[in-house]
Protein backbone atom coordinates (compact mmCIF):
# COMPACT_ATOMS: atom_id res chain seq x y z
CA UNK A 1 0.00 0.00 0.00
CA UNK A 2 2.90 2.54 -0.93
CA UNK A 3 1.73 5.66 -1.39
CA UNK A 4 4.36 7.16 -4.32
CA UNK A 5 6.31 4.31 -5.95
CA UNK A 6 9.67 4.95 -8.02
CA UNK A 7 10.98 2.35 -10.15
CA UNK A 8 13.76 1.47 -10.19
CA UNK A 9 15.53 1.95 -6.87
CA UNK A 10 18.61 2.46 -8.23
CA UNK A 11 19.86 3.13 -11.46
CA UNK A 12 23.69 2.86 -12.81
CA UNK A 13 24.20 3.14 -16.61
CA UNK A 14 27.00 4.78 -19.28
CA UNK A 15 27.48 8.03 -20.54
CA UNK A 16 25.27 8.47 -24.11
CA UNK A 17 22.22 6.18 -22.94
CA UNK A 18 18.90 6.79 -22.80
CA UNK A 19 16.79 5.82 -19.07
CA UNK A 20 13.75 6.23 -17.52
CA UNK A 21 12.23 6.53 -14.13
CA UNK A 22 8.87 5.50 -13.42
CA UNK A 23 6.81 6.91 -10.32
CA UNK A 24 3.46 6.12 -9.82
CA UNK A 25 0.68 7.32 -6.72
CA UNK A 26 -2.39 5.68 -5.47
CA UNK A 27 -3.28 8.65 -3.43
CA UNK A 28 -5.46 10.24 -6.07
CA UNK A 29 -3.72 13.23 -6.17
CA UNK A 30 -3.68 15.44 -8.90
CA UNK A 31 -0.42 16.87 -9.12
CA UNK A 32 2.88 15.42 -9.42
CA UNK A 33 6.40 16.50 -9.29
CA UNK A 34 10.14 15.64 -10.26
CA UNK A 35 12.63 16.76 -7.90
CA UNK A 36 16.49 16.32 -8.63
CA UNK A 37 19.12 16.09 -5.51
CA UNK A 38 22.52 16.65 -6.40
CA UNK A 39 25.44 15.21 -4.54
CA UNK A 40 25.89 18.47 -2.30
CA UNK A 41 21.96 16.92 -1.26
CA UNK A 42 20.68 20.50 -2.21
CA UNK A 43 16.71 19.75 -3.59
CA UNK A 44 15.31 21.15 -6.54
CA UNK A 45 12.22 21.19 -8.65
CA UNK A 46 12.76 19.79 -12.05
CA UNK A 47 9.14 19.32 -13.62
CA UNK A 48 5.17 19.54 -12.00
CA UNK A 49 2.18 18.02 -13.68
CA UNK A 50 -1.28 18.78 -12.59
CA UNK A 51 -3.72 16.47 -14.48
CA UNK A 52 -1.15 15.71 -16.66
CA UNK A 53 -0.78 19.01 -17.91
CA UNK A 54 2.93 20.49 -17.64
CA UNK A 55 3.05 23.16 -14.89
CA UNK A 56 6.07 24.02 -14.25
CA UNK A 57 9.73 23.36 -16.66
CA UNK A 58 12.22 24.17 -14.28
CA UNK A 59 15.67 25.25 -16.90
CA UNK A 60 15.89 21.96 -17.32
CA UNK A 61 17.94 20.63 -20.39
CA UNK A 62 15.57 18.94 -22.93
CA UNK A 63 17.06 15.65 -22.62
CA UNK A 64 14.86 15.37 -20.00
CA UNK A 65 11.45 14.82 -20.84
CA UNK A 66 8.56 13.53 -18.22
CA UNK A 67 5.97 12.35 -19.52
CA UNK A 68 2.18 11.26 -18.03
CA UNK A 69 0.01 8.97 -19.09
CA UNK A 70 -2.34 9.44 -16.57
CA UNK A 71 -2.62 11.39 -13.28
CA UNK A 72 -1.32 9.01 -11.21
CA UNK A 73 1.67 7.93 -13.18
CA UNK A 74 4.59 10.78 -14.17
CA UNK A 75 7.49 9.40 -15.49
CA UNK A 76 11.06 10.98 -16.63
CA UNK A 77 13.09 9.75 -19.58
CA UNK A 78 16.47 10.89 -20.06
CA UNK A 79 18.34 11.05 -23.39
CA UNK A 80 21.80 10.85 -23.87
CA UNK A 81 22.56 10.89 -19.79
CA UNK A 82 25.87 12.90 -18.70
CA UNK A 83 28.32 12.35 -15.81
CA UNK A 84 26.28 15.40 -14.53
CA UNK A 85 23.43 14.06 -14.65
CA UNK A 86 24.10 11.84 -11.35
CA UNK A 87 21.76 12.26 -8.50
CA UNK A 88 18.84 11.33 -6.72
CA UNK A 89 15.47 12.05 -8.14
CA UNK A 90 12.68 12.53 -6.58
CA UNK A 91 9.07 12.10 -7.13
CA UNK A 92 6.38 13.56 -5.10
CA UNK A 93 2.53 14.43 -5.47
CA UNK A 94 0.43 16.89 -3.84
CA UNK A 95 -3.32 17.04 -3.42
CA UNK A 96 -3.07 20.50 -4.02
CA UNK A 97 -4.99 21.74 -1.10
CA UNK A 98 -2.83 21.03 1.77
CA UNK A 99 0.28 22.10 0.50
CA UNK A 100 1.52 19.31 1.46
CA UNK A 101 3.91 17.22 -0.84
CA UNK A 102 4.27 13.22 -0.42
CA UNK A 103 7.73 11.70 -1.67
CA UNK A 104 8.62 8.59 -2.62
CA UNK A 105 11.79 6.60 -1.70
CA UNK A 106 13.98 8.35 -4.77
CA UNK A 107 15.84 6.60 -7.48
CA UNK A 108 19.49 6.76 -7.15
CA UNK A 109 21.11 7.55 -11.03
CA UNK A 110 24.60 6.98 -11.54
CA UNK A 111 26.84 7.79 -14.80
CA UNK A 112 29.82 6.21 -15.61
CA UNK B 1 12.21 34.48 -6.18
CA UNK B 2 11.71 33.03 -3.43
CA UNK B 3 14.81 31.60 -1.07
CA UNK B 4 15.63 29.65 1.41
CA UNK B 5 18.26 29.57 4.16
CA UNK B 6 19.47 27.16 6.33
CA UNK B 7 22.71 28.79 7.76
CA UNK B 8 23.85 25.94 10.04
CA UNK B 9 25.32 23.12 7.76
CA UNK B 10 25.49 21.15 10.55
CA UNK B 11 24.80 20.65 14.71
CA UNK B 12 24.93 18.25 17.40
CA UNK B 13 22.58 17.56 20.24
CA UNK B 14 22.98 15.05 23.29
CA UNK B 15 20.72 12.38 23.19
CA UNK B 16 17.45 13.19 25.37
CA UNK B 17 18.68 17.52 24.92
CA UNK B 18 16.99 20.18 23.22
CA UNK B 19 18.14 21.11 19.79
CA UNK B 20 16.89 24.08 17.54
CA UNK B 21 17.50 24.64 13.57
CA UNK B 22 17.44 27.60 12.26
CA UNK B 23 15.57 28.65 8.50
CA UNK B 24 15.11 32.21 7.10
CA UNK B 25 13.14 32.74 4.09
CA UNK B 26 12.68 35.70 1.63
CA UNK B 27 8.92 36.13 -0.05
CA UNK B 28 6.86 38.87 -1.40
CA UNK B 29 3.91 37.27 -1.04
CA UNK B 30 1.60 36.81 2.45
CA UNK B 31 0.08 33.54 2.29
CA UNK B 32 2.12 30.22 2.10
CA UNK B 33 3.08 27.28 3.64
CA UNK B 34 6.26 26.13 5.63
CA UNK B 35 7.25 22.78 6.21
CA UNK B 36 10.32 21.08 7.48
CA UNK B 37 11.43 17.71 6.21
CA UNK B 38 13.55 14.94 7.61
CA UNK B 39 15.96 12.82 5.97
CA UNK B 40 17.56 9.52 7.21
CA UNK B 41 20.38 8.05 5.63
CA UNK B 42 17.19 5.56 3.71
CA UNK B 43 17.06 9.09 1.77
CA UNK B 44 13.33 8.76 2.03
CA UNK B 45 12.16 12.08 2.39
CA UNK B 46 9.37 12.31 5.59
CA UNK B 47 7.40 15.45 6.55
CA UNK B 48 8.46 16.69 10.05
CA UNK B 49 5.79 19.83 10.09
CA UNK B 50 3.79 22.56 8.83
CA UNK B 51 2.55 26.13 9.53
CA UNK B 52 0.31 28.30 7.16
CA UNK B 53 1.63 31.18 7.38
CA UNK B 54 -1.95 33.26 7.94
CA UNK B 55 -2.04 31.05 11.50
CA UNK B 56 -0.20 32.99 14.02
CA UNK B 57 0.17 29.74 16.25
CA UNK B 58 2.90 27.67 16.43
CA UNK B 59 2.65 24.48 14.58
CA UNK B 60 3.47 21.58 17.09
CA UNK B 61 4.10 17.43 16.61
CA UNK B 62 4.75 15.69 19.78
CA UNK B 63 8.59 16.54 20.21
CA UNK B 64 9.10 18.87 17.45
CA UNK B 65 7.77 22.50 17.22
CA UNK B 66 8.41 25.59 15.67
CA UNK B 67 9.06 29.15 16.04
CA UNK B 68 7.63 30.62 13.25
CA UNK B 69 8.37 34.75 13.08
CA UNK B 70 6.29 35.96 9.94
CA UNK B 71 7.50 39.50 10.24
CA UNK B 72 11.33 38.29 10.56
CA UNK B 73 10.75 35.41 7.91
CA UNK B 74 11.89 33.11 10.91
CA UNK B 75 10.99 29.32 10.93
CA UNK B 76 12.91 27.64 13.05
CA UNK B 77 12.61 24.03 14.23
CA UNK B 78 12.84 23.02 17.83
CA UNK B 79 13.29 19.34 18.92
CA UNK B 80 12.68 18.54 22.35
CA UNK B 81 14.24 15.31 23.79
CA UNK B 82 16.25 14.17 21.11
CA UNK B 83 16.16 10.55 20.33
CA UNK B 84 18.87 9.26 18.19
CA UNK B 85 16.55 8.19 15.58
CA UNK B 86 15.92 11.89 15.18
CA UNK B 87 19.91 11.96 13.36
CA UNK B 88 18.99 12.85 9.84
CA UNK B 89 19.45 15.55 7.30
CA UNK B 90 16.78 18.65 8.06
CA UNK B 91 15.14 20.36 5.16
CA UNK B 92 13.24 23.66 5.56
CA UNK B 93 10.88 24.20 2.39
CA UNK B 94 8.26 27.41 1.29
CA UNK B 95 5.91 26.97 -0.62
CA UNK B 96 2.94 29.29 -2.22
CA UNK B 97 -0.11 28.47 -1.98
CA UNK B 98 -1.25 27.76 -5.20
CA UNK B 99 -2.72 24.28 -5.80
CA UNK B 100 0.43 22.94 -8.19
CA UNK B 101 3.26 25.12 -6.10
CA UNK B 102 6.65 23.77 -6.09
CA UNK B 103 8.45 23.72 -3.09
CA UNK B 104 11.86 25.62 -2.46
CA UNK B 105 14.30 23.73 -0.25
CA UNK B 106 16.86 25.31 1.78
CA UNK B 107 20.48 23.24 1.74
CA UNK B 108 19.47 21.64 4.63
CA UNK B 109 21.05 20.43 8.04
CA UNK B 110 22.36 17.23 9.13
CA UNK B 111 22.10 16.54 12.71
CA UNK B 112 24.18 14.33 14.82
CA UNK B 113 22.41 12.91 17.79
CA UNK B 114 25.45 11.82 20.65
CA UNK B 115 24.28 8.88 22.53
Known amino acids: DTAVSQTPKYLVTQMGNDKSIKCEQN?????MYWYKQDSKKFLKIMFSYNNKELIINETVPNRFSPKSPDKAHLNLHINSLELGDSAVYFCASSPGTSGKQYFGPGTRLTVT | AQTVTQSQPEMSVQEAETVTLSCTYD???????LFWYKQPPSRQMILVIRQEAYKQQNATENRFSVNFQKAAKSFSLKISDSQLGDAAMYFC????????????FGKGTKLTVNP
Open chain 2, 27 to 33: TSESDYY
Open chain 1, 27 to 31: LGHDT
Open chain 2, 93 to 104: AYRGMGGSEKLV
